[in-house]
Every structure is written in structure tokens, then in C-alpha cells.
């Protein structure tokens, strides 16, 4: 299984940014899909969840901001995030497991390579 993860950038505070995550041998709409995030000299974070049936959670720090979907038909995972802040600056990851349920942000076995976003002010 391998995950992309493809649309960072820079971009100012107040903006938007959308990133989309594409794998392969793996189906959007099968299973536990999630986006983290590790920032600068910090811990990897889980961002934003949806499991096969489109439940969905997100971090504390980007509800209302951040949306998490997905295009069944084209097998692709997306985060929209608006508002943007320098806080969100970090590598965002893209992450699956196996199985229809989330168990939060836990025991997720297929990782991306990760693109970068950068939020000056």
C-alpha cells in the first residue's frame, strides 16, 4: 500500500490550502482514514478522521477551519483547510489502517511521505 500526499505550499495567514492524498491498492472508502501533522520541533498530531461509513473528527485546534472528504469514485482523500494560521505549519501526513473504524488517532498501519505547508503571518 502506498499513500501520496500532494498539494502544499506557502501560503499567508487567512488563506486556504487544500491537500489530497492519493493510494494505491487501498480504498478511501473502505477503511479508518486520517490526516496528522508534525510542526517544527513537535510531536506528530492527528489532525482530522473519517472512517468507511463518514464519521469524522477533527483536532480541537483546526475545527471550523479544516474539512476532511472524499472522492469514492476517484479514490482520493482530501483536506480542505481555510483560515489558515502559522501555527498550522508543519508536514502534513496521510495515514490508514485497516479496518472500517477509527480508534482515534491510534494503530494506523500505511503512512505517506508527507507534504509541507508553510503559513507565514
Known amino acids: 500500500v502506498r499513500l501520496v500526499e500532494s498539494g502544499g505550499g506557502s501560503v499567508q495567514a487567512g488563506g486556504s490550502l487544500t491537500l489530497s492524498c492519493t493510494p494505491s491498492?487501498?480504498?478511501?472508502?473502505?477503511?479508518?482514514m486520517a490526516w496528522f501533522r508534525r510542526g517544527p520541533g513537535q510531536e506528530r498530531e492527528g489532525v482530522s478522521s473519517?472512517?468507511?461509513?463518514?464519521?469524522?473528527t477533527y483536532a480541537d485546534s483546526v475545527k471550523g477551519r479544516f474539512t476532511i472528504s472524499r472522492d469514492n469514485a476517484r479514490n482520493i482523500l482530501y483536506l480542505q483547510m481555510n483560515n489558515l494560521e502559522p501555527e498550522d505549519t508543519a508536514t502534513y501526513y496521510c495515514?490508514?489502517?485497516?479496518?472500517?473504524?477509527?480508534?482515534?488517532?491510534?494503530?494506523?498501519?500505511?503512512w505517506g511521505q508527507g507534504t509541507q505547508v508553510n503559513v507565514s503571518s
Open positions: 473519517m472512517e468507511r461509513f463518514g464519521r469524522s
Open positions: 495515514a490508514g489502517r485497516t479496518g472500517s473504524w477509527c480508534e482515534g488517532f491510534d494503530n494506523f498501519d500505511y
Open positions: 491498492e487501498y480504498y478511501v472508502k473502505d477503511q479508518c
